[in-house]
C-alpha cells in the first residue's frame, strides 16, 4: 500500500463546477498535508497546506484534513478552464523536509 | 528572476551513455532536492542535500549520483542510462528551518530526459 493514495483521474468538469478532489494516507505521524499544482510541463508548485486537521481557506479553494479518517480534500469552487492542471496532494515526513506525493489527479475543466 | 532553474530542459540519449543535470538556485535556501516523476505523474523524491550535505538517500540506483558544490547548487550525474530512467526530474530547494516548521519546497521547472 502506497503511503499517499490518490485517484490519478481524469476529472473532467464544466466551468462554473465545484470540484473535489481527494486522497488517503497511510501513516498518521504527519505534521503537514499540502495541496500542489502543476501546469503542462511545469514544475509543482504549492498551493495550499494545512496542519494538523481541520480547514483552511484561500479564495476559491478550501483544504481540508480529517485525521480521524485519514483523509485529504481540496474543494475548489466556480471551477475556471485555468485551474485545468494536475492536483498533487502530499504530506510531510516527521524527518526533515520529505514530501511523500499521491499519483496526482489531472483535473479539466471545460468552458 | 528565475528562483530555480534547471539545465538542460531536454535531454535525449543513447543507453549506456552518462549525462549529468544541474540545478541552481537564488532564493538563498540551504536545502535542495531531486525528485523524479514517471510517466503517470507520479512525482518521488530521490535525494537531498543540506548544506552541501546528504540527508536523504531514497532507494536509488548507485548510477545516480548527486553532487552539491556549494549550498546554490545541486547537480545529478546518471551513468550507463537505462530504458527506465525516462522521466523528468525536477530540483527544489527549501530551507530546513525550525523542526515542525513549514519550509515549502520550491520546485525547478524540470529535465524531461528521453532514453532510447
Known amino acids: 500500500q502506497k503511503e499517499v493514495e490518490q485517484d490519478p483521474g481524469p476529472l473532467s468538469v464544466p466551468e462554473g463546477a465545484i470540484v473535489s478532489l481527494n486522497c488517503t494516507y497511510s501513516?498518521?505521524?504527519?505534521?503537514?498535508f499540502m495541496w500542489y499544482r502543476q501546469y503542462s510541463r511545469k514544475g509543482p508548485e504549492l498551493l495550499m497546506y494545512t496542519y494538523s486537521s481541520g480547514n483552511k481557506e484561500d479564495g476559491r479553494f478550501t483544504a481540508q484534513v480529517d485525521k480521524s479518517s485519514k483523509y485529504i480534500s481540496l474543494f475548489i469552487r466556480d471551477s475556471q478552464p485555468s485551474d485545468s492542471a494536475t492536483y498533487l496532494c502530499?504530506?510531510?515526513?516527521?524527518?526533515?523536509?520529505?514530501?511523500?506525493f499521491g499519483a496526482g489527479t489531472i483535473l479539466r475543466v471545460k468552458s | 528572476d528565475t528562483a530555480v532553474s534547471q539545465t538542460p530542459k531536454y535531454l535525449v540519449t543513447q543507453m549506456g551513455n552518462d549525462k549529468s543535470i544541474k540545478c541552481e538556485q537564488n532564493l538563498g535556501h540551504d536545502t535542495m532536492y531531486w525528485y523524479k516523476q514517471d510517466s503517470k505523474k507520479f512525482l518521488k523524491i530521490m535525494f537531498s542535500y543540506n548544506n552541501k550535505e546528504l540527508i536523504i538517500n531514497e532507494t536509488v540506483p548507485n548510477r545516480f549520483s548527486p553532487k552539491s558544490p556549494d549550498k546554490a547548487h545541486l547537480n545529478l550525474h546518471i551513468n550507463s542510462l537505462e530504458l527506465g530512467d525516462s522521466a523528468v526530474y525536477f530540483c527544489?530547494?527549501?530551507?530546513?528551518?525550525?523542526?515542525?516548521?513549514?519550509?515549502?519546497?520550491?520546485f525547478g521547472p524540470g529535465t524531461r530526459l528521453t532514453v532510447l
Open positions: 502530499a504530506k510531510r515526513s516527521e524527518y526533515g523536509n520529505k514530501l511523500v
Open positions: 527544489a530547494s527549501s530551507q530546513m528551518g525550525l523542526a515542525g516548521a513549514m519550509n515549502e519546497q520550491f
Open positions: 501513516n498518521s505521524a504527519f505534521q503537514y
